[in-house]
């Protein structure tokens, strides 16, 4: 007896549209039609403020630029690159940032690595109390005093051992570590390896995506940190670029007209917002220069530290 082979339906592409239901298409069309959309409301901003920032002085103070640069001007740029202060704002931020990510790196690899070990006998009360500090903390007003009881008050240091540690990146640095399959720490403990060396050359290889994410995220939040240089940094050659700016967009951009002096000033004195977007595009450009390089990590790193709890 001959037995027919059952044939076999034709595996369907479920990312065709021609071949998709109606239901299928306007659920395609919906999601397109959002995306779209939340695309243009973010894109919109930068776009704005980039098209402000390079427009001539008269269109931006008679409000025509709504999209694209009306004219083209970099009087303002030119204004603000020949402040000094904010070249020493950008450089103090560019300390902070480095100097801050790298201990904050270091010392988030030196806690997530002994608290994904399990036999490590102070795992449990270590990670309640690390938990513990993501719900409550002692408050700002405690924090001012002991910054400043331990005299980091104008201190540089004010601006990085406040904020040494992320409880929350701290436990996705654990959790990655925790998904290290546990027979490499064996093998590697069997040839006589000792417990640091099983973290520098085992652990933190096998999670380089997740610590490429954390690097980002204290990076950009050192980045963009301007209130503890509020708190802790009253010498203006301490405070960082955020300080600089803030301290543009709230005086009416006074400091920079100020310094320009002569015709430069008079001549963009009839618009000071052009200069505030002006501060806002030197700002950011550090960030958009430096995501390209990590983004491809992003996905892979924070799904990664996401396996285990």
Known sequence: MTVKPIPRKKASNPNSFRTASWEDKLLDIIIWILVLFAVAVTLYPFLYVVSVSISEGSAVAKGSVVLLPKGFSLDAFRMVTNNRQLWISYGNTFFYTIMGTVLNVIVTCLGAYPLSRSHFF????????????????????????????????????????????????????????????????????????????????????????????????????????????????????????????????????NEVLQSAGGQAAAAAAENTLKIRYVCIVLAAVPIFVITPFVQKYLVAGTMLGAVKG
Not at 152 to 169: H, Q, T
Not at 172 to 193: H, K, T, W, Y
Not at 215 to 231: E, G, I, K
Request: proline share 5%; net charge positive; glycine share 6%.
């Open 122 to 253: 102070l795992r449990k009360p270590l990670n309640f109390f690390v938990a513990f500090t993501m719900y409550f903390s002692g408050g700002l007003i405690p924090t001012y005093i002991v910054v400043t009881g331990i005299g980091l008050y104008n201190s540089r240091l004010a601006m990085i051992l406040p904020v040494l540690v992320s409880a929350y990146n701290l436990m996705i640095c654990r959790s990655a570590m925790s998904s290290v399959p546990q027979d490499l720490f064996e093998n590697a403990s069997l040839e006589g390896a000792g417990e640091f060396y099983m973290m520098l050359h085992i652990a933190i290889p096998l999670i380089k995506p997740t610590l490429a994410v954390l690097t980002l995220y204290y990076a950009v939040a050192r980045y963009n940190d301007f209130f503890n240089a509020m708190l802790y940094l009253g010498d203006s050659n301490l405070q960082p670029l955020q300080i600089f700016l803030r301290r543009v967009l709230l005086q009416a951009s």
